[in-house]
Structure formats: C-alpha cells, structure tokens
C-alpha cells in the first residue's frame, strides 16, 4: 500500500521552492483524503496539511500556512506539495498518504515511502 515519488526531495537553499510528488499506486486519488506529513529525527510526526474532494488544500501547521500548497491532479493520479520560501525549520522526511474519512495519520491507508527535504545553506 505505498505510493510512489516521481519527484523526490534533496538539498534546498533557504528561500527556495520545491515541489514534491507522489503518484499512487494500486488506488485512485479522487476517492481518498490526502494528506502529507513530515518527521524530523528526535521528533514527532506532524500533519503538514491535507487535500479532498471540493477542497483546495489546507496546511496544518501554523508555521507552512501561505508557503506550503496542496494541489492534486486526478488523470494523471498525482498529489503534489509545493513548498516556497523553505526554512531550516522545514527539514524532515515528508510522506505523502491517502485514507478516508479524516485528514490524520491514523486514517491514512496507503503511504508514500517518504523523502527528505533538507533545507540548509
């Protein structure tokens, strides 16, 4: 039940942008709530911020509100996440992951296998 990443993290420069992907395997986009998460070593996974049906994407996080953008595309059963003006604060491995009813992690039933955005000078 994992998604796949068609585009993975790397090495960003504080004020970037980076756009994350995740296509997904085995299921279809449009009949799940998507959410992405990130985990950073020696701390707790956090809901970054979800995306469903009628929705244009909601951050979870204070800190990602007006920065961090939820988008998906149906035909090509992709989700994307894109991050501009990226702090160090934002270094973690993030997940894509879809689940029904709820935007949590404990709701999500396929997940992504995650890639690191690290974002330093």
């Known amino acids: 039940r994992d998604s796949s990443w068609s585009l993975g993290g790397g090495l960003v420069q504080p004020g970037g942008s980076l756009r994350l992907s995740c296509v997904a395997s085995?299921?279809?986009?449009?009949?799940?709530?998507i959410g992405w998460f990130r985990q950073a070593p020696g701390k707790e996974r956090e809901e970054v911020g979800c995306i469903g049906p009628n929705d244009g994407g909601r951050g979870r996080i204070e800190s990602v509100k007006g920065r961090f953008t939820f988008s998906q595309d149906y035909a090509e059963n992709t989700a994307y996440l894109q991050m501009n003006s990226l702090e160090p604060e934002d270094t973690a491995v993030y997940y894509c992951?879809?689940?029904?009813?709820?935007?949590?992690?404990?709701?999500?039933?396929?997940w992504g296998k995650g890639t690191l955005v690290n974002v330093s000078s």
């Open positions: 992951a879809a689940g029904l009813p709820e935007c949590s992690a404990r709701a999500m039933d396929y």
């Open positions: 085995g299921f279809t986009l449009g009949y799940y709530v």
